[in-house]
């Protein structure tokens, strides 16, 4: 079957006056039909740029390389007439911040029906009618006068919910939920998290979930990628990779999560030191110089993604949980 | 949003009334009066002259009556052209400016919003560096330079367009006044819209629109043009301001029988009536437009609107 998304030996490098700045560094993954991928990484670590690449929404001083296969159409080198086709109905993205996402000065129900009117080529009366119903399905109370409404008129949660509304329209095969709910406070986090749940139950659609938390992740995807200093340094199932890590930079990400379990005193761990810089040319494992588990052959060989699909790990020295 | 028009609206009667004052009291502090000629008049002459003109009473009485005058909408006798009114001459006048002066913001205003967009779309490509290099030109230079050379270059060796002179409904008459006045503030709109532009176009919500799959076209005129016009609008009665001293120096180059004339004229001759119409005409047309302009920006961004 083909995958939803297939991305093979995805390179992406931004000039700089300074030279050539690596943020994706020899990325492959796949995303299946109605799959649910966990993209995990700390800013700068090029998780979002890899879904930048696949939207063609990369900066202008970016170059990408590689490959990027939307059900078996190459996005990388497409046109973007092209491209207009498959983004904002097959493909779609949820935006990390949904304050400044919306257009200020058009009205809700516009930036909603010109998806339909754009991909389907509805009436505006149509697709306004259809957007209206789609509103209320994400639970948004009075959705024929939100359509009438200005961004500005409305909360961040809600707005984040036309988002999520806008995003599912054309019925997507993939949706890309970039930190779909860091721009907002916890208990609406839930209520989005829990929404996106039961869209993709409804749509059948598969979902890229980015996030730099690890526990907005954990209730929703089937698999998830680690991915530190623009490669990814494991794969696991969600359950797996919970229980048994085996990547010490995902042993130590979860050793920070808080729980509500334990004592409230206790300092939060943290991960000592700091990633590479940005543009910093590594022979090496560029987890090595945090690494409590680092021997010298970390500081000499880069290690390679190894492993069966679900349970990849690029590490010389993985945990082993026999 | 009505409210607060109609505050400003209140506000533009004491602006007004102001200018008018300075005006009037600048006008008698220059030296010299209307009837002064080059052969001197002899005194009991003058004397009449002055009481007919009601230049005999104190200026504090002058200034009553003619802002009584005012309130009636009359602005008085001419001082100069002795058979009309002031009424009179600029109700000939005015038609003709008018319509100069909107041909050439018309043409400012769409010409240098397409320049402006289509170099910031092509930021930093030799059309957007010729597109900038050109509007730079055309802030430098003035209209003083630019008309008679487009009349040599287009009238004189390529007997094109005529060199002067206005016909009713000669489009070619037309041409070279309206470009040579539209050219600044083109020039200078064109560099706004590209900053606007280049700017909206790297925000979060023109990114949004990309990753809708929405056309170019439709992404511009839809999401990018509206927001990117703000600075545009700021600019408005400057260009405004900027193309009425422009019709001046424009109008009597090209013999355009506008009203521009009069004002260079009337003060020079100490024609008081006319020179107070005049910048009555002048500011109320600005203010008028400032007015126009904040119901522009509610329009541009609906946030203003609260």
């Known amino acids: ?320 949980h026999d | 949003m009505i409210r607060y028009f109609f505050t400003r609206l209140a506000s533009a009667i004491p602006a007004l009334l102001i200018i008018v004052t300075a005006t009037f009291f600048l006008m008698r502090a220059a030296p010299g009066g209307p009837f002064d000629q080059e052969q001197t008049l002899p005194p009991e002459i003058m004397a009449n002259l002055q009481r007919a003109y009601g230049l005999d009473q104190p200026i504090w009485t002058q200034y009553g009556r003619y802002l009584k005058s005012l309130l009636h909408g009359d602005f008085g006798p001419s001082f100069k052209y002795k058979d009309f009114t002031v009424t009179e001459l600029i109700g000939q006048g005015f038609p003709v400016s008018l319509q100069l002066g909107v041909m050439a913001m018309a043409l400012a205003l769409i010409a240098g919003i397409l320049l402006g967009t289509f170099a910031a779309l092509h930021r930093n490509s030799m059309a957007d560096y010729a597109t900038m290099s050109l509007a730079m030109v055309g802030i430098a230079i003035p209209v003083f330079v630019v008309l008679p050379f487009l009349g040599i270059l287009f009238g004189v060796y390529l007997h094109w367009l005529p060199v002067a002179g206005w016909e009713s409904g000669s489009i070619r008459h037309r041409a070279l006044p309206v470009i040579a006045l539209a050219l600044p503030p083109l020039a200078y709109i064109a560099r706004l819209t590209r900053a606007g532009m280049l700017e909206v176009l790297r925000s979060d919500f023109i990114r949004t629109a990309f990753a809708k799959g929405l056309p170019l076209r439709t992404l511009m005129w839809r999401h990018a043009l509206r927001p990117a016009l703000t600075p545009v609008a700021g600019y408005l009665v400057p260009a405004v301001a900027s193309i009425m001293t422009g019709s001046l120096v424009v109008e009597s180059i090209a013999g355009i029988p506008g009203i521009g004339r009069y004002l260079v004229q009337g003060a020079l001759n100490r024609d008081y009536t006319l020179v107070l119409g005049m910048v009555v005409v002048y500011s109320t047309l600005l203010i008028g437009l400032g007015l126009l302009v904040d119901l522009l920006y509610a329009w541009l961004d609906p946030r203003v609107r609260h």
Not at chain 1, 137 to 146: F, G, I, L, Q, Y
Not at chain 1, 221 to 228: G, H, K, N, Q
Not at chain 1, 273 to 292: D, N, T
């Open chain 1, 1 to 320: 079957m083909t995958p939803t998304l297939n991305v093979q030996d995805l390179r992406i490098a931004f000039s700089h006056r300074a030279g050539n700045i690596e943020a994706v560094d020899g990325v492959s993954f796949q995303i299946g039909p109605a799959e649910c991928v966990g993209i995990v990484g700390e800013s700068g670590s090029g998780k979002t740029q890899i879904f930048m690449a696949a939207m063609g929404l990369l900066a202008g001083n970016a170059r990408a390389t590689g490959s990027v296969r939307f059900e078996g159409a190459e996005l990388l080198a497409a046109h973007p007439t092209a491209l207009n086709r498959i983004r904002g109905s097959k493909l779609t993205m949820i935006p990390q911040d949904p304050m400044t996402c919306l257009t200020p000065h058009l009205k809700i129900g516009v930036q909603l029906a010109e998806v339909m009117v754009t991909h389907r080529g509805t009436t505006w009366r149509d697709a306004r009618s259809y957007a209206a119903r789609m509103l209320e399905r994400v639970h948004v109370a009075e959705p024929r006068r939100r359509l009438n409404q200005y961004p500005h008129e409305l909360s961040g949660g809600l707005r984040q919910r036309v988002m999520i509304a806008m995003s599912v329209l054309c019925e997507p095969s993939l949706v890309i939920a970039d930190e779909p709910t860091t721009a907002l406070d916890v208990t609406v986090q839930a209520q989005v998290m829990e929404l996106l749940r039961a869209l993709r139950g409804e749509f059948g659609m598969a979902l890229a979930l980015i996030s730099h938390d690890l526990a907005v992740v954990a209730g929703l995807a089937d698999r998830i990628l680690v991915m530190y200093a623009g490669r990814i340094v494991e794969v696991a199932a969600a359950a797996e990779l919970f229980r048994r890590p085996r990547h010490p930079y995902t042993a130590e990400l979860l050793k920070c999560m808080p729980t509500i379990a334990g004592p409230r005193a206790v300092r939060l761990p943290t991960l000592a030191g700091q990633p590479p810089r940005p543009g910093e040319v590594l022979q090496a494992c560029a987890f090595a110089p945090r690494c409590s588990r680092a021997a010298d052959r970390c500081r000499m060989e880069r290690p390679e993604l190894v492993g069966p699909a679900d349970a990849q790990v690029a590490c010389h020295f993985p945990l082993s």
